[in-house]
């Protein structure tokens, strides 16, 4: 039987950006100079609200005011999401007009890179956060800030290094812990990983995001059911939260409770109709069960909202060479390979499909390259 893929570690699961402690930045704009100030409060005002134009309603509220001197304020209000991208790019433009007023404005190099960010200008952010941290030693959001762009490009040891800096010089820093917590999943370090996501929620037992994440740490160690129990709480913090019940659901696929399972994918899908991997995930729970032509629908509605996951055109290789055989997979597995060259199950399961149709020297090569692949 063919080998299937299942989006065990969610990649998409929501990473927040932020800080859950305000720190107090030392050079702080002088209130002396006040009408260098009130221009540069404008400015800044009308960039932090561009980068959080989705969720904020006060277009004139003073949010530089706020960060200046409520540590709180910051950690309970900002999810630095914008309606669209032009507001992220309108907001680097005003945060660069701060810092020509006052090039040495911690803040706005921060800021400005939490939008560069958004934009995946993920090395522009890194020099941003980095020259936050010249101008600041110990302004720990920056570690973390930067921590999580050099993670996001597969940098996760030196992740790990800005996160550690960021705890020490915040020991009650959740979001540092929580993200460390997913470099280490990353880095295969699962106890790790759970260690920390335990501080984050210590410190942050309504954080939704770190009880999805422990509950991936926690199938990673085939705690499936302890999953299942961090997936239930983040669902009844945030029951709209798409990705537990997407994670929920692969639990249930593993303990073979396939029709719970669905059930979990399809509201991860309502919640989120552009949700990938739930389809994919869905469609292996509908084919464990032999409903084909859904696993197929499932697996076509993955590949076109993303058209390079391989998995999905494996997977749906399998489901059609078990409705209408071997001869109709191997263009699914053909778009596999070439997607994802070190795709073992694809190389696997196309050497399956070939040896059913007589061609024997395919399936050897096939076979050869499989072996290949697992045995790096």
């Not at 309606?83 to 007009?97: C, G, P, Q, S, V």
């Not at 335990?198 to 199938?219: C, L, Q, S, T, W």
Request: proline share 2%.
């Amino acid at each position: 039987m063919g080998k299937m893929e299942t989006n065990d570690k969610n990649k998409s699961l929501p990473v927040l950006i932020g800080s859950n402690r305000l720190i107090r930045v030392s050079n702080s704009i002088s209130l002396t100079n006040k009408l260098l100030f009130g221009e540069i409060e404008g400015l800044f005002n009308e960039a932090f609200y561009m980068l959080n134009s989705k969720s904020l309603n006060i277009r004139n509220e003073n949010y530089c005011f706020q960060l200046e001197y409520d540590k709180h304020f910051h950690r309970k209000t900002f999810k630095y999401e914008a309606k669209n991208k032009t507001d992220y790019k309108e907001a680097i433009r005003l945060f660069d007009k701060v810092i020509e007023l006052k090039n040495n404005y911690t803040f706005a190099y921060n800021y400005k890179g939490l939008a560069k960010s958004k934009l995946k200008d993920f090395e522009g952010a890194i020099a941003d956060y980095s020259k936050a941290i010249e101008l600041e030693p110990e302004y720990a959001m920056a570690y973390q800030n930067r921590g999580l762009a050099k993670y996001i490009l597969n940098d996760v040891e030196l992740a790990i290094i800005d996160y550690n800096k960021a705890i020490v010089l915040d020991p009650e820093y959740a979001l540092a812990y929580n993200n460390r917590g997913l470099a280490k999943d990353e880095l295969k370090d699962f106890e790790g990983a759970l260690t920390d996501y335990n501080k984050a929620i210590e410190i942050d037992p309504e954080d939704d995001d770190a009880y999805v994440k422990r509950g991936v740490a926690k199938d990673e160690l085939k705690d499936f059911w302890g999953a299942i129990t961090d997936y239930n709480k983040a669902i009844e913090i945030d029951p709209e939260n798409a990705d537990a019940y997407n994670n929920r659901g692969l639990a249930k696929s593993k303990l073979e409770d396939f029709e719970p399972a669905i059930a979990d994918y399809s509201k991860a899908i309502e919640l989120n109709p552009e949700y990938a991997y739930a389809y994919n995930n869905r469609g292996i729970a509908k084919d464990e069960l032999k409903d084909f032509e859904g696993a197929i629908a499932d697996y076509s509605k993955a590949i076109a909202l993303d058209p390079k996951d391989a998995m999905a055109y494996n997977n749906r290789g399998i489901a059609k060479k078990k409705l209408k055989g071997s001869e109709s997979a191997i263009a699914d597995y053909n778009k596999a390979i070439e997607l994802d060259p070190e795709n073992a199950m694809a190389f696997n399961n196309r050497g399956i499909a070939r040896e059913a149709l007589d061609d024997f020297e395919g399936a050897k090569t096939d076979q050869i390259k499989y072996n290949e692949l697992i045995n790096k």
